[in-house]
């Protein structure tokens, strides 16, 4: 995984919710949206460690088919589907968790 990216990820991250925390009125307000954001950068963080998971399985299936024929074989093309199921799983997860930190933030705007 590159942890100098994750590095810069968070430092960008924490300096956006300075700002944005500053933007909002009550300390209510504010509680929800360093919240939310918490919430959507875990949802970044499993999103990329899903594709991480599927793109290893790739590579495996790959070496599991040496020949360049065009054809992939039984095991790569179930890794392959396998991955393909990591993906979408991983997506509908950070997705579930996109959409509760939104709720979030819109129940703080209500109060």
């Given at each position: 995984m590159k942890t100098g990216f994750n590095k810069t990820f968070a430092l960008a991250t924490v300096a956006l919710l300075g700002l944005s925390v500053s933007a909002c009125g009550s300390k209510a307000e504010q509680a929800a949206e360093v919240n939310a954001d918490a919430m959507e950068d875990q949802?970044?963080?499993?999103?990329?460690?899903?594709?991480?998971?599927?793109?290893?399985?790739?590579?495996?299936?790959?070496?599991?088919?040496?020949?360049?024929?065009?054809v992939d074989s039984a095991a790569e093309k179930a890794l392959d589907n396998k991955a393909a199921g990591v993906r979408a799983a991983t997506e509908a997860k950070a997705d579930a968790m996109e959409d509760k930190a939104d709720s979030a933030r819109e129940a703080a705007d209500k109060k």
């Amino acid at each position: 995984m590159k942890t100098g990216f994750n590095k810069t990820f968070a430092l960008a991250t924490v300096a956006l919710l300075g700002l944005s925390v500053s933007a909002c009125g009550s300390k209510a307000e504010q509680a929800a949206e360093v919240n939310a954001d918490a919430m959507e950068d875990q949802a970044d963080v499993v999103r990329e460690a899903g594709e991480a998971n599927a793109d290893a399985m790739e590579a495996t299936g790959d070496l599991k088919d040496p020949k360049i024929d065009g054809v992939d074989s039984a095991a790569e093309k179930a890794l392959d589907n396998k991955a393909a199921g990591v993906r979408a799983a991983t997506e509908a997860k950070a997705d579930a968790m996109e959409d509760k930190a939104d709720s979030a933030r819109e129940a703080a705007d209500k109060k």
